[in-house]
T-cell receptor, first 120, second 109 residues
Framework: QVQLVQSGTEVKRTGSSVNVACKTS????????INWVRQAPGQGLEWVGG????????KYSQRFQDRVTITADESTTTAYMDLNSLRSDDTAIYFC?????????????WGQGTLISVSS | QSALTQPASVSGSPGQSITMSCTGS?????????VSWYQQHPGRPPKVVIY???KRPSGISGRFSGSKSGSTASLTISGLQTEDEAEYFC??????????FGSGTQVYV
């Protein structure tokens, strides 16, 4: 059974940075793709970006291209998302979501979500 | 990349069938075999119910089915049950090798 467990709630000031962790267990971490998807309060889902650990390749949404960095540590099967220059409209729940194999295109397992709250 | 367009809500009675749409463009749904649908109950993460347009993951009821025509994908829930009341999001892989989600459809039973 694949499980994705994320780090806890973050309260940040505008202009600062945040790092969120996503620890995976079960499945094959290296061959998968770990993505980050956010959901603002009462809103829909928005894809932020993703990484394929085995290739160390990343892809980001154009909206976040210059502010986000996604990394993965195969030794601990943990993925990370760094988001900088935070704004109030970055307030959202951030989910990590796994694609079971890098050749697939759907998210089969999700983390529980991490609330990032940004204010001045 | 703009969000895919979904109706805000769909409702049905227990036992009925409902269908919801998801409209995109040639750069996403119209040119992709990778459309998926996610069910989300309040306070919970999304859960996949359909992937690759019409495939069901293990453990998902056969009451869920998906299809696609041109740049519009559809999700049908037959034999509606109270536990199907949730928000449903479509998603498509895009020609830019990114992903786009729909605006979400609230299903009321």
């Amino acid at each position: 059974q694949v499980q994705l467990v994320q780090s806890g709630t973050e309260v940040k000031r505008t202009g600062s940075s945040v790092n969120v962790a996503c620890k995976t267990s079960g499945g094959t971490f290296g061959n998968s793709a770990i993505n980050w998807v956010r959901q603002a309060p009462g809103q829909g889902l928005e894809w932020v970006g993703g990484i394929i650990p085995i290739f160390r390749t990343t892809k980001y949404s154009q909206r976040f291209q210059d502010r986000v960095t996604i990394t993965a540590d195969e030794s601990t099967t943990t993925a990370y998302m760094d988001l900088n220059s935070l704004r109030s409209d970055d307030t959202a729940i951030y989910f990590c979501a796994r694609i079971p194999h890098w050749g697939y295109r759907w998210f089969d397992a999700w983390g529980q979500g991490t609330l990032i709250s940004v204010s001045s | 990349q703009s969000a895919l367009t979904q109706p805000a809500s769909v409702s049905g009675s227990p036992g009925q069938s409902i269908t919801m749409s998801c409209t995109g463009s040639r750069g996403d749904i119209g040119g992709s075999s990778y459309v998926s649908w996610y069910q989300q109950h309040p306070g919970r993460p999304p859960k996949v119910v359909i992937y690759d347009v019409d495939k069901r993951p293990s453990g998902i009821s056969g009451r869920f089915s998906g299809s696609k025509s041109g740049s519009t994908a559809s999700l049908t829930i037959s034999g509606l049950q109270t536990e199907d009341e949730a928000e449903y999001f479509c998603s498509s892989h895009t020609s830019d090798n990114t992903y786009v989600f729909g605006s979400g459809t609230q299903v009321y039973v």
